[in-house]
């Protein structure tokens, strides 16, 4: 979810030469709830490793459904256009036909249609989104969609869980009282020994406390204390759960909201590093899909594909009021030295 959430947090533009056909398209987007449905979709990646949409123009022929949806006006004209985007459960979605005989195929281990329940729709129809891939010899076995970051997480998951109950255990048990008494007696039940002893021990358990005295018999008994060292026990459980944040490449600082520790720590870099890895898995995850829908909104609104229309997602660092001052600064200096040298004219500069 973390993933899903900043994947969408501040979102792109469409770019290009029109700057009306821009704007048109990203209104088309805003009306079809792209942005609500792309995060949906990474989620749902997450937790089953594939996600659909399903392209809904209206139409119910089972005939239509069929057939390839094509960004070309007379398709997406004609049938007035992209109504909206349903997102699927990959329970209820199951490829058809696919080649697994000719590698040269462009559709070689890609589904021609897919079956919704009982309804058969073309695979144009759908937007598909995975992001951990898989060889082809397991597609098939995970419905052609990829790996669910969940079950990637669940090995180090179990492994969690067996550390923090065995710190909990640890916990309740890292004091042994050991209570010295005649064994023999225990052993050999002289006279009643054995009722004596337990019933001092159930006696002993049940009073236990800090605040308590206890009182033995000075020639045949004794209490000794034993406790179990807790130095590092936290430190163990605290790796267990961080390694679950390196699966899903997520710094410590945000998977579990704790400041960073160390001499002039902020975890900068770290965050750095996780928008890096957001941004890649923006084009990844929904790079195919959003051109394949831009496509289709440029046929439907625009009368054909310009292809030098592309989607830019807007960066997830944004630089701080002193960052942006101290960076227009050195513009400033250098404009000043390079006028100064003769480089350029007080105009230009």
């Keep these: 979810e ?8 501040e979102w792109g533009k469409v770019t290009g030469p029109d700057a009306a056909a821009c704007r048109a398209l990203e209104k088309a987007l805003t009306s079809l709830r792209v942005r609500e449905l792309f995060r949906q979709a990474a989620g749902t990646v ?8 399903f392209v809904d123009t209206g139409t119910r022929d089972d005939e239509e459904l069929m057939t390839p949806l094509t960004p070309i006006p007379a398709k997406m004209g004609g049938m007035g256009g992209i109504k909206r985007l349903v997102p699927l459960d990959p329970v209820i979605v199951s490829p058809g036909d696919y080649n697994a005989f000719d590698p040269l195929s462009p559709h070689y281990f890609d589904p021609r249609w897919y079956i919704l329940l009982s309804r058969r729709v073309h695979a144009s129809r759908v937007l598909k989104f995975v992001q951990h891939r898989l060889p082809l010899l397991l597609l098939p076995a995970y419905n052609f969609g990829g790996v669910p970051a969940t079950q990637l997480a669940l090995d180090y998951l179990v492994h969690f869980t067996g550390t923090r109950e065995s710190a909990a255990r640890l916990l309740n048990k890292f004091s042994l009282t050991v209570f010295k008494a005649n064994l023999q007696g225990l052993i050999y039940d002289a006279e009643g020994a054995e009722a004596d002893i337990v019933r001092r021990l159930k006696y002993f358990a049940k009073n236990r406390d800090n605040d308590g005295v206890e009182l033995i018999d000075k020639e045949d008994e004794d209490i000794v204390q034993i406790n179990t060292p ?5 430190v163990i459980v605290r790796q267990a759960l961080e390694m679950l944040a390196a699966i899903f490449h997520m710094p410590v600082t945000k998977f579990l909201g704790v400041s ?12 750095r590093n996780w928008y890096d890895y957001v941004g890649s898995q923006q084009v990844s995850i929904y790079g195919p899909a959003l051109e394949r829908l831009l496509a289709l909104l440029q ?17 997830l660092w944004t630089p701080t009021e002193r960052e942006v001052a101290d960076t227009d600064k050195l513009v400033a200096d250098g404009v000043v030295a390079l006028v ?7 105009e230009e500069g």
């Design 2 to 9: 973390g993933l899903a959430d900043d994947m969408v947090r």
């Design 46 to 53: 997450g937790y089953f490793g594939v996600a659909y949409l």
């Design 230 to 234: 807790l130095s590092g026990v936290d």
């Design 260 to 271: 960073p520790g160390g001499m002039n720590a902020t975890g900068e870099s770290d965050t």
């Design 299 to 315: 046929a439907q609104l625009l009368g054909g594909v310009n292809r030098d229309m592309a989607w830019e997602w807007r960066p």
């Design 340 to 346: 100064g040298n003769g480089v350029l004219s007080p």
